[in-house]
């Protein structure tokens, strides 16, 4: 090995910085090659040039939320596929598959058609999202459409708020989407209630806080409890929406939880529905709270 510059013989390994483009964009990595003691020049060879394009594009994947060649790879191998059967059960050329696992950067839509395929969480929650989209404003949505940023604000709101496990976060939900149909004609979130044997609970409410946790908008500290890992964002919240919420948090920091939990037990909405069906925001009348 000879310095194409200088000609010295001696290198030693450094970690150098590289700006690379990667889809015509610069990026920035630092990746250990061989450097001429001499005159500091780096010996790019090849190993060192697929290093340098592997760092690159995870670098560019990175940057822009896209999978990794290793989640990829991971992916692939938690279905316990080889990259030809990979291949045909995405209807994707091996080449791709072999590609993206080294150093080429799938597009965004290929990113997305991964993980539809791949991770199960992603492809329910994609499910979840159609459902909602397709849910027309009825007596049992609060008559509006659900809005994961506000269910998720308001959890975010509570979580921060109170040390409540979900059991009773589910039913400070209740209380709050009622309240706020109550007083408005219309639901705080969207959210459709079903009433479990522990009282009203949102519909799907374990996969709703399953995205907000993935989200790392919320993370649980111990079983059924959380810590919110961001402060809610109440400028989503128009004025009457902001009273309801500080209206709950007087009557919830008077009377307690497990007042409210019982008091979910003795609302007629919860009481009148079967099990199966949703609470109609028509009892939002008859709320005792
Ligand atoms: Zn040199």
């Known amino acids: 090995m000879k310095c194409l510059k200088c000609d010295c013989e ?6 150098v910085h590289f700006n690379p483009e990667v889809k015509g964009e610069e990026v920035k990595v630092a990746i250990p090659v061989w450097v001429c003691t001499a005159c500091a020049t780096p010996w790019v060879d090849s190993t060192a040039m697929n290093r340098l394009r592997r760092a690159a594009a995870n670098r560019y994947r990175h940057e822009r939320g896209l999978l990794t060649a290793e989640q990829i790879r991971m992916f692939r191998e938690a279905l316990g596929m080889s990259q030809a059967t990979f291949a045909r059960y995405l209807h994707i050329g091996e080449a791709s598959i072999k590609r993206w696992e080294t150093y080429y950067v ?6 997305e058609h991964i993980r539809l395929k791949c991770d199960a969480a992603y492809a329910e929650q994609n499910f979840l999202d159609i459902c909602w989209k397709k849910q027309v404003p009825s007596e049992f949505s609060g008559n509006r459409w659900f809005s994961l940023q506000h269910f998720k604000n308001v959890a975010l ?70 810590r919110a890992k961001s402060e809610p964002d109440l400028s989503l919240f128009d004025n009457e929406e902001l009273e309801t919420l500080e209206q709950f948090t007087k009557i919830y ?11 979910s037990h003795k609302e007629k909405g919860f009481e009148e529905t079967t ?8 009892y939002a009348k008859d709320l005792l709270l």
Not at 160 to 167: G, Q, R, Y
Not at 174 to 203: N, Q, W
């Open 253 to 263: 920091n008077k009377k307690g939880g497990d007042f409210l939990y019982n008091l």
């Open 275 to 282: 099990e199966c069906d949703y609470i109609s925001y028509d």
């Open 157 to 226: 709101y509570l979580v921060s708020k109170t040390e409540e496990s979900i059991l009773i976060l589910n039913k400070l939900h209740f209380f709050i989407d009622f309240l706020h149909c109550k007083r408005t004609g219309e639901s705080l979130t969207g959210v459709r209630y079903i009433p479990l044997k522990y009282g009203p609970c949102p519909d799907q409410y374990k996969t709703l806080y399953d995205c907000l946790e993935k989200a790392g908008a919320i993370e649980e500290v111990k079983p059924n409890h959380y």
């Open 106 to 111: 799938q597009d965004a839509g290929q990113d």
């Open 10 to 15: 001696k290198f030693k390994e450094k970690n």
